[in-house]
């Protein structure tokens, strides 16, 4: 594991203990929201991969609704609380697999749909996310991302956000739009089929895209 995966790990394994009470009073109507806009656009027989699945509150969601999970998570800590989840709830068509995306060994068109919830966020490099997150999916496969889009407007979280961020207090955060975010990931080869707020402050943005063809 490099220094910037090993570093993600710590602050997320911190987190872990405390993560769903104060992330889930929060979010809990946005997360319901999440997977109502998610059921639709999965089949029972597709195989989903689940980057940053974190304590698996949507993961078991996923696994109700699909042949097959693959949850990455970066920490030990967040991927052993997903996993106790799916113990106490018989679910066996989930594999918890630690890392972080950049490292995760995967074929090209290995996959059904790809879901980010809350992670695009968090990730510096979106570009090279969505290319790989393209060359990972079957043709007409779907891309499912929920995220805050801070760049809407300029909360007071947003903008605690955006010092904790830049002081590597927090990991780094991004300050998207939500049409701005749409649009990046048009560049990458989808066809965006719904853009919802599921969350009023700060604004949580659910995406469905699905992958075509590129145009050369």
């Known amino acids: 594991m490099g220094k910037r995966e090993a570093g993600l790990s710590a602050f997320w394994d911190k987190r872990a203990e405390s993560y769903d009470d104060e992330v889930y009073q929060i979010y809990e109507r946005a ?6 806009r998610s ?23 996923l696994a109700d609704t ?3 999970v693959t949850a990455v998570d970066p920490s030990a800590q967040m991927l052993a609380a997903a996993w106790e989840k799916a113990e106490a709830e018989g679910k066996d ?49 779907i891309f499912l991302s929920a995220t805050d889009c801070l760049g809407r407007n300029f909360s007071q979280e ?3 956000k955006f010092v904790k961020s830049r002081t590597g207090r927090i990991p780094y955060v991004a300050f998207e739009t939500p049409v701005g975010l749409m649009r990046r990931i048009q560049r990458h080869g989808f066809l965006v089929l719904e853009i919802v707020n599921l969350h009023r402050n700060p604004p949580n943005i659910f995406i469905a895209a699905q992958k075509i063809e590129r145009k050369s």
């Open 31 to 36: 997360y319901e929201k999440t997977m109502k």
């Open 39 to 61: 059921r639709p656009f999965l089949q029972e027989e597709d195989t989903v991969l689940e980057i940053g699945c974190g304590t698996g509150i949507l993961t078991l969601a």
């Open 66 to 68: 699909v042949k097959k």
């Open 93 to 141: 068509n989930i594999e918890f697999r630690q890392g972080t995306f950049d490292t995760l060994p995967a074929e090209k068109e290995s996959y059904d749909a790809i879901a980010a919830y809350n992670v695009l966020l968090y990730l510096k490099d979106r570009d090279k996310a969505l290319d790989k997150i393209y060359d990972l999916l079957k043709p007409g496969g």
């Open 158 to 160: 947003a903008i605690e």
